[in-house]
């Protein structure tokens, strides 16, 4: 009898196992098939789709909508009118591109001009726009533009032998970002008083250089000195922070050019950990430290806008004659500064700012930084007078300490124009041009030439990095430019002392040495001061 119980028993829960099975696997069927619908219908989504269904406090905090946009309709218009605009556009950026090739052309060349410059039958393709949002009185778009030309470019460059070469430049490939800023919004058609652009990233530029009807390598050195020479017309011409800004309305938008706001002193203390590069002894570091990437060439980097640009340091190992063999680099924030205080940080070296493949130690080095003092600080050293004391150590010191004043700061030159210089070509003309000196501190820049004038124009602005502007003198000197040497026509020498007091002033100043001419300055007076205990 038991044997029958058990049998039976054994024989309906084997059966309502197989049936429980049975369901399980239609139930799991059913929800893979609900599931690959949902799937599929979720694949045919677009963005808007999903916003459409759900707001947007419903998504977690990593799903970003993208800001870019596809630019596909406005690739296929630019190719339609594109042999329109390479006609417009090359002689356009012939002239404005030719002063700047002057203002850096190398020693080596007496001249280097533009004899043909098309931008040739391909346009560039623009591969994403996006929207930054900057306050209520501005538009900023950046447009992300790839461009593989077929460009007609010829340089008619000059020795100062006297040799005359056609080199062309060719095989140009670009890829970078571009910034529009619509600034400032107004109620009069286009609702924009000026457009200011600027190159934000270069992520690409090849080029490459071939001597019409012989071999460039002939010249030692040319190649080479003429790509700086547009490499670094390109770096500190329009890339940014720099802008250049074209009125669409009448009035005054130099408000719109930036300007240097402060000073950043940087005091690197010590590395440890380094990356032993040499096989024999022990790696011989140094460093080197900029703001925008032109250390060759500058002694002082321009900080124009703390908001957007770093301090890079790339640590180096000296090899002797060699070249020096990288160890890594590290880069620091200027928008994680505070004026007036010190950060001291330890820094990881890395291989590449960029793109940071791996994890590899590479060391440190350490170095305390300091955006410098605010502007009310040199107005409160000019109501104490020279002795350095404050106020309230007047009040709360019994014994005072007399202190030496340092006025340091930021010397803004703009070089207006000039007045009935002196003729010094037979053709009673003049190529003039202005150099600028520190002379303390020996920092020099120059002025573009102005051809065949004797009332030039140049509106240009240099900023100089004063360490001491009470005992610092401002030279600026007008020369004429020859293909064989240059004239000197006259000189304006200033010191500093009316800028630091007055904070801002134009003159029109007459020129030592010169039988007549006159010369238009605006200078500008940012202060930085320090103390020092005597």
């Known amino acids: 009898m038991g044997f029958f119980v058990g049998l039976l028993f054994g024989l309906f829960a ?32 677009t963005v808007e789709d999903s916003r459409k269904i759900l707001p947007a406090e419903f998504y977690p905090s990593w799903v970003v909508f993208s800001q870019r946009q596809k630019l596909t309709w406005l690739n296929q218009h630019l190719t339609k009118i594109w042999p329109y605009v390479d006609e417009a556009a090359s002689d356009l950026i012939k002239a404005s591109v030719e002063p700047v090739l002057e203002q850096y052309r190398p020693v080596i060349l007496s001249s280097l001009k533009f004899s043909k410059f098309t931008l040739g039958a391909v346009a560039p393709q623009f591969t994403g726009v996006s929207i930054l949002e900057d306050g209520a009185d501005s538009v900023i778009m950046e447009l992300e533009m790839q461009w593989d030309a077929n460009s007609n470019i010829v340089l008619a460059i000059k020795t100062y032998l006297g040799v005359s070469l056609p080199v062309q430049v060719k095989d140009i490939g670009f890829t970078g970002v571009f910034r529009l800023i619509f600034k400032p919004l107004v109620n009069e058609f286009p609702c924009f008083g000026a457009v200011c652009y600027s190159l934000r990233k270069k992520k690409k530029l090849d080029f490459t250089l071939k001597v019409i009807g012989g071999d460039i390598s002939t010249i030692p050195g040319l190649a080479d000195a003429i790509e700086s020479t547009i490499r670094d017309a390109i770096e500190d011409s329009i890339m940014w922070p720099v802008r250049k800004i074209i009125p669409i309305l009448p009035g005054d938008y130099s408000d719109l050019e930036l300007k240097p706001v402060g000073m950043l002193e940087v005091k690197l203390i010590q590395a440890r950990d380094l990356t032993n590069k040499d096989i024999i002894g022990k790696s011989d570091p140094y460093a080197v430290l900029f703001v925008r990437p032109l250390p060759d060439r500058t002694k002082k980097s321009k900080i124009i806008d703390a908001t957007t640009q770093h301090l890079v340091v790339r640590i180096y190992d000296d090899e002797g004659v060699q070249a020096s063999e990288f160890i890594g680099c590290a880069q620091v924030l200027l928008s994680e500064l505070e004026p007036g205080k010190v950060k001291d940080v330890w820094l990881n070296l890395v291989k590449d700012l960029e793109i940071q493949r791996d994890s590899k130690y590479r060391g440190q080095f350490y170095k305390p930084l300091s955006s410098d003092f605010s502007m009310t600080s040199l ?87 004063v360490e001491d502007g009470l005992h610092d003198m401002l030279i600026l000197e007008v020369w004429d430019h020859d293909t064989f040497g240059k004239d000197y026509m006259g000189r304006c020498i200033l010191t500093l002392t009316r800028v630091i007091l007055e904070g801002e002033y134009k003159d029109c100043m007459p020129l030592e040495g010169a039988k007549s001419g006159k010369l238009n300055i605006n200078l500008k007076w940012m202060p930085q001061p320090i103390f020092r205990d005597s």
């Open 379 to 465: 107005e409160r050293v000019l109501k104490n007078g020279a002795n350095g004391t404050d106020d309230i150590e007047n009040e709360k010191a019994v014994t005072h300490k007399k202190r030496e004043i340092i006025i340091r700061g930021v010397l803004s030159v703009t070089v207006i124009s000039a007045e009935d210089l002196p003729i010094v070509d037979l053709m009673g003309k003049a190529d003039p041009y202005v150099v600028l000196t520190m002379k303390k501190s020996e920092l020099k820049n120059k002025t573009r030439v102005v051809n065949d004038s004797l009332n030039p124009v140049w509106n240009q602005t240099f900023d100089f990095v």
């Open 14 to 45: 084997g059966l309502a196992i197989v049936v429980l099975f049975v369901r399980s696997e239609n139930s799991r069927s059913n929800l893979r098939t609900k599931l690959a619908t949902t799937v599929a219908a979720f694949a045919r989504m």
